[in-house]
C-alpha cells in the first residue's frame, strides 16, 4: 500500500471523535486516523476510540480506493499520449523521409536526363537548349531518303550543289537537308523542267533548283 500525500477528513469523523470523553482517546483516534489514511498503517487503539475507528474505516478505505483509482487512470490516459505521440512522432519522421527519399530521386532522374551533374553539355535550367549544329549528309543518306520518298532526285548532283555552295541556301546556312530535298521534290512536281543550262558567267555550276521558286507559270 502506497503512502498518500492527503486524504478527505470528514466532519463525521470529528463528530466521532468529539464522543469520546477522554482528551487522550481523542488524540489517539486523530492520530489513528491520520496514520492509517496516508501510510495504511492499521491503528493499536482500545475501548471506545477502537469501535469509533472501526466505523470510520470503511471511508478511509474507499477514500484510498478512489485516489488509486484515479492516479491509475491519469498513468493510463500518460502512457497512452506518450504511446500515441511517438505514433505520431514515427509518422512525422516516416513522411519526412520519404519525402526526402523522392526528392533524391528526383534529383537522380534530372541528373540522368540532363546527361550529367550540370557539366559544359548542360543547358542552364533557365535557358532553352542549343540548337544541335548542322552536319552535312553523306551521298549514301540523301539517297536513301530519296529513295524512301521515290523522288527521282540524284544524291550525288544534290550534295555536289551544297558542297560547292558551302551548304548555303542563299546567305544562310542549311538547317535541316531534308527540307531542301523535299524543296527540290516540289520544284520537280510544279511542272518545271530539270535543265542541265549552264548559268551565264559561270561554266562549272550546275543546275540550281531554286532558280524557278517564285516565278509565276
Known amino acids: 500500500m502506497e503512502d498518500r500525500k492527503q486524504f478527505t477528513f470528514y466532519a463525521s469523523f470529528h463528530e466521532a471523535a468529539r464522543a469520546l470523553q477522554s482528551l487522550e482517546e481523542r488524540a489517539a483516534l486523530y492520530e489513528a486516523i491520520c496514520d492509517y489514511a496516508l501510510y495504511g498503517t492499521d491503528p493499536k487503539l482500545s475501548g471506545t476510540a477502537a469501535a469509533m475507528f472501526g466505523l470510520i474505516r470503511p471511508n478511509l478505505d474507499s477514500s484510498r480506493r478512489k485516489a488509486e483509482n484515479r492516479l491509475g487512470k491519469k498513468q493510463t490516459d500518460n502512457k497512452q499520449k506518450t504511446n500515441q505521440h511517438q505514433i505520431e512522432k514515427k509518422r512525422e519522421d516516416e513522411s519526412k523521409e520519404e519525402k526526402e527519399s523522392k526528392s533524391e530521386s528526383k534529383k537522380e532522374n534530372e541528373y540522368y536526363v540532363l546527361g550529367g551533374a550540370g557539366g559544359d553539355d548542360t543547358p542552364p535550367a533557365d535557358k532553352p537548349p542549343k540548337t544541335r ?24 548532283h544534290f550534295v555536289d550543289y551544297y558542297e560547292a555552295r ?52
Open 133 to 156: 549544329a548542322f552536319v552535312p549528309p553523306s551521298v549514301e543518306e540523301v539517297r536513301a531518303y530519296c529513295l524512301e520518298r521515290g523522288n527521282g532526285i540524284d544524291p550525288q
Open 166 to 217: 558551302g551548304w548555303m541556301i542563299g546567305k544562310n546556312k542549311m538547317k535541316d537537308w531534308r527540307a531542301a530535298v523535299r524543296t527540290w521534290e516540289r520544284n520537280n512536281s510544279s511542272g518545271f523542267e530539270r535543265k542541265e543550262e549552264t548559268p551565264i558567267g559561270d561554266d562549272n555550276a550546275p543546275y540550281d533548283p531554286y532558280a524557278h521558286v517564285g516565278l509565276i507559270v
